[in-house]
């Protein structure tokens, strides 16, 4: 039998759904306010709330929480949804740029961001479109 630590995920690691909730908040306010994310934020609406919704649902299930965001009938794939946007290298690095910020700013363990910082630089890379 597994002992309890073998079955603490990412989710737990940053705080469950208060802690990804956090994060999503951060990473968009970050986005939002430094100019050098703006091709990065100019592929958003003028409101981002909606987006750090889905967000937050989706980190949920992707660090090992709830799986809401990919439970749903209509759940879209990640991949799908950035194909329409020109993601390059630059836009990669401004999207990594603000998630590592937002890491530092709220996830107080080192050792938790350097288990999700390659992780977010697969994923990051993986939408690139161009």
Known sequence: MADDASRITPYDLVGGAEGV????????????????????RAMHQADLAP???????????WMGGPRDYFEREDSPCIMSLHKRYPIGAEERDQWLMCMRAALEETVASAQTRA??????????DAMRSK
């Open 21 to 40: 909730r956090r994060l999503s908040e951060r990473f968009y306010a970050i986005m939002a306010q430094r100019p050098e994310a703006s091709a990065i």
């Open 115 to 124: 288990l999700l910082e390659p992780a977010f630089a697969r994923i990051a």
């Open 51 to 61: 987006i750090v919704d889905k967000l937050a649902s989706f980190l949920s299930g």
